[in-house]
């Protein structure tokens, strides 16, 4: 048989607070956006594209179809801007604390759950600037009904996945400066907190309304640091991570998944991500947990 390879699926067992969760490691959903560097991509705020450009010096140029010997590029990107990317809440804080210090789970539950955002004058959720008709909002009300929906119950720190409605991959390569998204009211992000949610991850390009006097009261309320203040405090939660922009296909149902949410090792507030989800093919009590 000596050059047979039959494909064999990767079956994974994971203990989560005494259940036993099997997925199949040899596939994955990837949610995230490639960052398709000087080609279409999301962006917010108008910042510059990602680009790629060959290094070239006086002895060298790191481009093969310019006579190089490899492709030798450098890359220049805005995480928080120019695709999918997990932020941590040295984002807010005058100390520098990184995102790969903060994210410290491999594998990790996962609620995906699709809403409708509601009219914010429709709506008697709040924020922290005033709204206006054109405002669209995340609501308490959508994420509880659509949890509520589908029975699920967020507990033991899972992550909750968001994906808005309608939905459709013009996403991948939006302006959300020239096409405002919808954001999270206040009573929302309060309600996630509330859930225990560990790691968020949504498909807007922000929590906030893009305009909204540099309060960011959502990014505040999840990670736990007071309005107006720069630095963490003993209740404030620094291992909880944000993840935006990213893309949910249509195929991908709502449900319980597991999350691998993978990170460069930056030493930064934010770095592009790649979080990939595994259907759960059974889930058993632990039987040998006391």
């Known amino acids: 048989m000596d050059g047979f390879h039959p494909q064999i699926d990767m079956i994974l067992s994971i203990n989560f607070h005494n259940q036993i969760y099997q997925i199949d490691g040899s596939n994955s959903f990837d949610i995230s956006i490639p960052l398709a560097f000087n080609n279409p991509q999301p ?93 669209f909002l995340i609501t308490k009300k959508s994420i509880k009904n659509a949890l509520f929906n589908q029975k699920s119950k967020i507990k033991n720190q899972k992550s909750l996945i968001i994906r808005t409605l309608p939905n459709d991959e013009s996403k991948k390569s939006r302006n959300y400066s020239e096409n405002p998204p919808p954001f999270f009211s206040l009573e929302a992000m309060k309600f996630i907190v509330e859930l225990g949610v560990k790691h968020l991850l949504v498909d807007v390009p922000s929590l906030e309304r893009l305009n909204d006097a540099g309060k960011l009261a959502n990014h505040r309320i999840f990670w736990n640091v007071e309005m107006g203040k720069f630095q963490t405090n003993e209740f404030s939660r620094k291992n909880q991570t944000i993840t935006e922009m990213i893309y949910v296909p249509n195929e991908i149902t709502d449900g319980e998944y597991l999350l691998n949410l993978q990170i460069p090792p930056f030493v930064s507030d934010a770095s592009p991500s790649r979080p990939l989800l595994f259907r759960i093919l059974s889930k058993n009590l632990d039987k040998y947990s006391t």
Not at 54 to 76: I, P
Not at 123 to 131: A, F, G, H, Q
């Open 43 to 135: 962006n917010i705020f108008n910042v510059s594209p990602a680009t790629s450009t060959a290094y070239q010096d006086e002895h060298f140029v790191g481009d093969t179809r310019r006579g190089g010997s490899c492709n030798f590029e450098n890359l220049a990107l805005n995480p928080h801007c120019n695709g999918t990317h997990t932020e941590c809440v040295g984002h807010i804080t005058n100390e520098r604390i990184s995102v790969q210090e903060c994210l410290q789970d491999a594998f990790i539950l996962a609620e995906l759950i699709s809403v409708f955002p509601e009219n914010a004058l429709e709506t008697n959720d709040t924020y922290s600037v005033e709204l206006n008709e054109n405002d």
